[in-house]
């Protein structure tokens, strides 16, 4: 799969300082990769090199049988990709294939439709690979796996799933159980393994992909997992007491000044009275508790370093299982991954260290997504390029790299003034008609809020700029839920269907651009579906291109 040439280190250096200066306006980024004379840069210069292109799909982009399967291959084959990550197994624990093992969780429609097998041929017959995506630990509240084992998902110190939290300001409702990825037997090896190797077997696909291969991250990192297996791991793993002499308990040696030099001095650290202790109070010391008394509260440092290594298990278990299969089969199924920007930061977050998963992964596809940055879209492109030179950095050069550029993210300029809009519009439908004071400040809101989309709107798309301006003087003059639902409408059909011309498709073959820089193996585009819906697979082809 387009292994690049091996690197020299110093090529990296190299790199990496002409990559600066190019940041900092030293040297004109096109001259990045011109001016390097060393002996492995040169070689790899001028060996020839193809660099990969994937896209992830959903199964709406293949299709429901044959003839659209055939369409969205020929589309990709158009576009250059030569590997379609196709969703198999979904954030709600839903699956896209027949199993046979796992029936009750497939989708309506597809045990009758073998999509996966469909694409696989379609797909092998256009020399394209298929990529098996599973959102791994992820499953829904509805889903199979949390309803038949509500005793394998992660807990919080209050005892409560993933799904008691909620999601930002106006504090929405988070659908998912997060499964403990540590219980044995478990979810990890009773449900998730057994689907993968269902696939492996039955399906001549190139990779399996992992994604949610982590805990998570955008509700509560630190709160998870705390389920009466994960309080008796944790200190466990770390050794915090002898289990030959469970009520041994010998204090720090003072041998040493400095409190914490003091650490090797063999202090069993789990208080006395830790089984009388409530699951709050046990997370509480796992979390802020002092590995030495007087010293910091570093007793998260282990609990860390417990989840890292849950996940890193699950990793080379998984490849384990895939090389076994191919052993029997004949077959060379990889392992592909979608993974967090910073693998030194996601270990902390979410237990995702993936610049040590080199022995288990074939292909990193990190999430080099905008959404991961602050900043405007010309810094966006800057951080993309330098970001993805460091990832190489991180796996230094022992598999290859693809930068995961989301389509729907380099648009926050052009988004964010609609998706605004639709919000005031949602709040104002949710306050009380007695509320007055409040629904005329939201009225008043969303017409200060159209302005600065008007002129442009008016310009490419008159039609449209009229009927949304009919909506809101509507919605001002009686805000009825009528009116409100009127223009909830009209703020959807735009967002779904742009008129042309509303999105600068450019910034698609810019990010491309900026991700190249950074000499990638791959570039991988997240997603068919948001393509289509932003009309942008003429700019991808146009990215692309030989
Ligand atoms: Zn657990």
């Avoid at 389920?227 to 041994?248: F, G, N, V, W």
């Avoid at 003059?477 to 009116?483: E, G």
């Amino acid at each position: 799969m387009n292994q690049r040439t091996p690197r020299h280190s110093n090529a990296v250096r190299h790199f990496l300082i002409a990559a600066a200066a190019a940041v900092f306006g030293i040297v004109p980024a096109p001259m990045l990769f011109h001016p390097l004379t060393r002996a492995g840069e040169a070689d790899r210069q001028t060996a020839p090199r193809r660099e990969a292109h994937a896209l992830w799909a959903h199964p709406p982009d293949a299709g429901r049988n044959a003839e659209a399967v055939h369409q969205f291959v020929n589309q990709c084959r158009r576009a250059n990709i030569d590997t379609i990550v196709i969703l198999v197994k979904g954030m709600n624990g839903e699956i896209y294939w027949p199993s046979r093992r796992f029936p009750q969780a497939v989708v309506k429609g597809f045990e009758s439709f073998d999509m996966l097998g469909a694409l696989v041929r379609e797909a092998h017959a256009q020399e394209i690979k298929v990529d098996a995506w599973l959102c791994d630990f992820v499953e829904g509240q509805n889903g199979m796996a949390y309803r038949e084992h509500p005793e394998w998902a992660q807990l919080n110190p209050g005892g409560k799933t993933t799904a008691s939290e909620t999601l930002g300001a106006q504090r929405r409702p988070y659908p998912y159980v997060w499964m403990c990825p540590a219980r044995r037997p478990g979810y990890t090896d009773q449900w998730l393994l057994p689907m993968i190797e269902e696939i492996a077997t039955n399906y001549a696909v190139d990779s399996i992909h992992h994604d949610y291969v982590r805990y998570p991250g955008d509700v509560a990192p630190d709160s998870y997992c705390f389920c009466d297996y994960c309080l008796k791991q944790i200190p466990r793993h770390a050794m915090l007491s002898y289990e030959t002499r469970p009520d041994e308990r010998y204090r720090v040696t003072p041998a040493q000044e400095r409190i914490e030099a003091n650490w090797w001095s063999d202090p069993t650290m789990i208080p006395a009275n830790w089984q009388e202790r409530d699951r709050r109070e046990m997370a509480d010391y796992l979390l802020n508790g002092r590995t030495i008394p007087g010293g910091p509260p570093d007793m998260r440092y282990f609990f860390y370093n417990y989840r890292v290594r849950q996940i890193d298990a699950f990793a080379r278990e998984a490849w384990e299982l895939i090389q076994q299969i191919n052993k029997t089969k004949g077959a060379k199924i990889g392992i592909s991954a979608a993974v967090f920007k910073n693998p030194i930061q996601s270990a902390r977050f979410i237990g995702q260290q993936w610049g040590a998963w080199t022995p288990w992964i074939s292909v990193f596809m990190p999430m080099t997504y905008r959404s991961h940055f602050a900043g405007s879209f010309d810094a966006y492109l800057d951080h993309l390029a330098e970001t993805t030179a460091r990832q190489l950095e991180w796996i230094g050069d022992e598999k290859p790299v693809y930068a995961g550029i989301a389509t729907t993210y380099l648009f926050r300029e052009e988004w964010q003034p609609l998706d605004d809009l639709r919000d005031r519009a949602s709040e104002l439908k949710a306050l009380a008609a007695t509320d007055a004071a409040a629904r005329d400040g939201k009225v008043k809101a969303i017409g200060t809020g159209y302005e600065p989309l008007r002129p442009r709107l008016a310009k490419i798309a008159p039609d449209r700029e009229i009927q949304l301006s009919r909506s809101i003087a509507a919605l001002k003059a009686d805000a009825t839920a009528a009116a409100i639902d009127e223009l909830l409408k009209l703020m959807t059909q735009l967002r779904n269907d742009p008129p042309p011309g509303y999105l600068p498709v450019e910034k698609l073959t810019r990010s491309i651009e900026a991700a190249r820089k950074a000499r990638p193996n791959g570039i991988a585009i997240f997603a068919a579906g948001s393509l289509t819906r932003e009309k942008l697979w003429p700019a991808l082809e146009a990215g692309f291109r030989e």
